[in-house]
């Protein structure tokens, strides 16, 4: 079991960034590949990045190619999602997930075992 607690959302101006950041609890973060998702209002949750477990692989939406970066701090605990050129479009509330199986791809939400509550983002046009 692991707990997953989400922070740094907020309001910005189209072109600014945001820095999120996702703690967990317990003492196997290590063990879980982990991964972003957002989901505007009246949409579906979507696919934002994912990480492998020693941080080596990293996956992205083609819509945050070259904007956001994943990255985890295993010593932490945490994973963060630095966010830059942020664009209204971006606005959501972003969810941190973590998944245990050692197969399968990252892509998909039903892949993840355990979710945050989600921190709102907000980027003012």
């Known amino acids: 079991q692991v707990q997953l607690v989400e922070s740094g959302g907020g309001l910005v101006q189209a072109g600014g960034s945001l820095r999120l950041s996702c703690a967990a609890s317990?003492?196997?973060?290590?063990?879980?590949?982990m991964g972003w998702f957002r989901q505007a209002l009246g949409k579906e949750r979507e696919f934002v990045a994912a990480?492998?477990?020693?941080?080596?692989?990293?996956y992205y939406a083609d819509f945050v190619k070259g904007r956001f970066s994943i990255s985890r701090d295993n010593a932490k605990n945490t994973v963060y999602l630095q966010m830059n050129s942020l664009k209204p479009e971006d606005t959501a509330v972003y969810y941190c997930?973590?998944?245990?199986?050692?197969?399968?791809?990252?892509?998909?939400?039903?892949?993840?075992?355990?979710w945050g509550q989600g921190t709102q983002v907000t980027v003012s046009s």
């Open positions: 990480i492998s477990r020693s941080g080596g692989r990293t």
């Open positions: 997930a973590a998944r245990t199986s050692y197969s399968g791809g990252y892509y998909f939400s039903h892949e993840y075992n355990y």
């Open positions: 317990g003492r196997t973060f290590s063990s879980y590949a």
